[in-house]
């Protein structure tokens, strides 16, 4: 048997506390990803002459459109019978069936955000950047390719969209995945899960249920690792090429390389569902079947920026 090099017991808590606030790691790693953003167009607002003024309204823009457009992708593609049993749930961050639970913002969906950022920048060029639509999409994928690798490292800490069962050298043990909140407490005969979770992974009187966790692939790490690159390709590409000048190219690489790396990372995750499920569709998992689209829209995109170069 293979000696996994990273298949330890993953087992985060949520967050810490300063003071009577506490700070959750998912919600730190959006934070972070908006941050950077901002201070990443800054430096190209900075560069291209344009009103620092704009930057805070781009800024709001691509925050509701990332968090709107996030949600309703997910229920649309992946959960749609919550418009018919709990349309409560699908904007506000609470469950109402079978019973009220306040669940938090979650269940977003990338291709949703996708579609939501560039319909809402659609309005932005046109009314306030007085700009073509892929001057202001070739500048703002910088950002939103830095954002995506918090947005990933957030799934870690929150050990959600998980890989499928690995004996390789990087499969990890997501025990918060595996076992519920009511789960944990129900074997460690606790009553709060925080302290359940605890005791699973520090208490020898639990090896047990750690020994019955599977390893997994980390699958957010893997699509992290990729956005990385595709950050660092479009960053370089705008500060050290003239890519900024052909319209359409920082926008179409975006889009090839990130929903390629989407694209692979799935053969190793696990079902979202979403319509996979029905048989004409399961040849791929819903999220290849979305980033489809992204790709052929991202080359389309490449090949008109390059055939005007040869025209000019």
């Known amino acids: 048997m293979v000696t996994p090099i990273l298949s330890f017991v993953w087992n985060p808590s949520e967050g810490?506390?300063?003071?009577?606030l506490s700070i959750r790691f998912y919600s730190?790693?959006?934070?972070?990803a908006f941050a950077l953003g901002w201070y990443i167009m800054k430096y190209i607002f900075i560069r291209e002459e344009e009103p620092l003024e704009k930057l805070d309204s781009l800024f709001i823009y691509t925050v509701i459109a990332t968090l709107v457009g996030a949600r309703l992708g997910?229920?649309?593609f992946y959960q749609s019978e919550l418009f018919r049993d709990d349309p409560l749930s699908i904007l506000l961050p609470i469950r109402t069936n079978p019973t009220f639970e306040f669940t938090g913002f979650s269940g977003l969906a990338s291709h949703g955000a996708a579609i939501a950022i560039i319909l809402?920048?659609?309005?932005?060029?046109?009314?306030?950047m007085k700009r073509s639509l892929l001057w202001v999409l070739d500048r703002v994928v910088i950002p939103v390719a830095s954002g995506a690798v918090f947005v990933r490292l957030g799934n870690f800490f929150n050990s959600e969209i998980v890989g499928h069962e690995t004996n390789s050298s990087f499969g990890i043990k997501f025990i918060q995945d595996f076992y519920s909140k009511r789960e944990a407490m129900q074997l460690t005969k606790t009553n709060n899960p925080k302290e359940a979770y605890k005791a699973i992974t520090?208490?020898?009187?639990?090896?047990?249920?750690?020994?019955?966790?599977?390893s997994i692939h980390p699958s957010q790490l893997y699509e992290a690792f990729g956005y990385v690159f595709v950050f660092l390709i479009l960053f370089l590409m705008y500060w050290k090429t003239n890519a900024r000048k052909k319209e359409g190219l920082l926008f179409g690489s975006f889009m090839v390389l990130l929903w390629s790396v989407r694209f692979v990372v799935e053969f190793v995750k696990a079902s979202q569902g979403g319509f996979e499920k029905y048989p004409m569709f399961n040849a791929l998992t819903t999220g290849q079947w979305l980033s489809i689209p992204f790709v052929l829209i991202g080359i389309y995109y490449i090949y008109n920026a390059s055939k005007r170069k040869n025209e000019a």
């Open 16 to 20: 810490f506390d300063i003071g009577p």
């Open 28 to 32: 730190l790693m959006f934070v972070v």
């Open 74 to 76: 997910h229920v649309i």
């Open 120 to 128: 809402f920048m659609i309005y932005f060029s046109k009314k306030i």
């Open 202 to 214: 520090n208490n020898p009187e639990y090896q047990h249920l750690v020994d019955a966790v599977p």
